[in-house]
């Protein structure tokens, strides 16, 4: 190391239950910290050098790893310091949800350029850095294996013999452990009403029905195939006030993905137990009988404008 150089110790002081002697398993112990070395290289880009990382000798008291942090420049010792007590606040405390702030981070990432900017500043900036949450993610997920471990304290100096301490219970780990998959839920709502916007009147076309439920507009399809026929042997007509009682199912999925919730929702007409409009009332439970000639005049189709999706 040269004169050139600065030099961070980080430390990682792992609390371990009981009187057991102070160890853990080294597989858990080794593949965890291959995560948190991915995650401090993830550092490199917002300081603009390399950081090489050392290990000291451990000291005695539950696990306690000594690591020391380099990189080539003298000049950015405050914001490595800074970047580093983000990075310790941000990832060993219980993970806190996305806020507002996080539309700062654009701002903040340049205040890191010039070297002029807080503690406070850098959580923010970290906590919306994907890649950064995805290592340390793994490294939650492997050390949440070690059933020994109660807590896990990060330290760094600051200046003045000033220490950036925060420290994490084992019951929060998994705040920081990206969760991903889907769900369904599924619910049927029976004799409901839809007002039609615009109907597919010809057999083969993939495109959705619109229509108007609960006040809200909507696309959905349409699984009774006794109207279908019907309609596509035009022996339902569709105008202005056209409506339809049906069960309805309501299917939501819900995505998590990288931290991110993404929600959609899905409607089907199941069933159609009748449907009218300003001059016809039709009902039937399952098959629809032709209106009779006299009361099919012919009326203008005017059908509401695609409007109503905008």
């Known amino acids: 190391m040269t004169a050139k150089n600065i030099c961070l110790d980080f430390q990682l002081h792992y609390f371990i239950a009981g009187d057991v002697p102070h160890a853990m398993d080294a597989k858990i112990h080794n593949e965890s910290e291959r995560y948190l070395l991915k995650a401090i290289s993830e550092l490199q880009k917002y300081v603009g050098c390399d950081i090489s990382v050392r290990v000291e000798a451990k000291n005695e008291g539950g696990i306690i790893d000594n690591l020391l942090l380099i990189c080539d420049k ?62 340390i993610s793994k490294y939650y997920e492997v050390i949440s294996k070690e059933e020994t471990i109660t807590q896990i304290e990060a330290s760094i100096p600051t200046g003045d013999n000033q220490n950036s301490t925060a420290s994490i219970e084992k019951k929060d780990f998994y705040g920081h452990v990206i969760q991903e998959g889907t769900s369904t839920t599924t619910e049927i709502i029976n004799g409901t009403t839809i007002y039609i916007v615009s109907p597919v009147l010809v057999k083969g076309r993939k495109l959705p029905w619109r229509g108007i439920y609960s006040g809200i507009p909507i696309e959905f399809k349409i699984d009774d195939k006794d109207f279908l026929k019907q309609v596509y042997d035009q022996e339902i007509k569709f105008g202005n006030g056209t409506s339809i009682t049906c069960n309805l199912q309501i299917e939501t999925k819900t995505t998590i993905k990288d931290d991110i919730e993404d929600a959609k929702t899905y409607y089907t007409v199941k069933i159609v137990t009748q449907w009218s409009d300003d001059e016809h009332f039709q009902y039937e439970t399952k098959k629809y009988k032709r209106i009779k000639k006299e009361q099919n005049l012919p009326k203008q189709a005017t059908l509401f404008s695609d409007d109503f999706f905008e």
């Open 74 to 135: 003298i000049d950015i010792s405050g914001t490595l310091t800074a970047l580093l007590a983000g990075f310790t606040g941000s990832f060993f405390r219980p993970a806190i949800h996305k806020t507002d702030e996080i539309k700062n981070r654009i701002e903040i990432a340049e205040k890191i350029k010039s070297g002029d900017f807080s503690k406070e500043e850098a959580e923010i900036l970290l906590r919306g850095d994907k890649q950064l949450k995805k290592w």
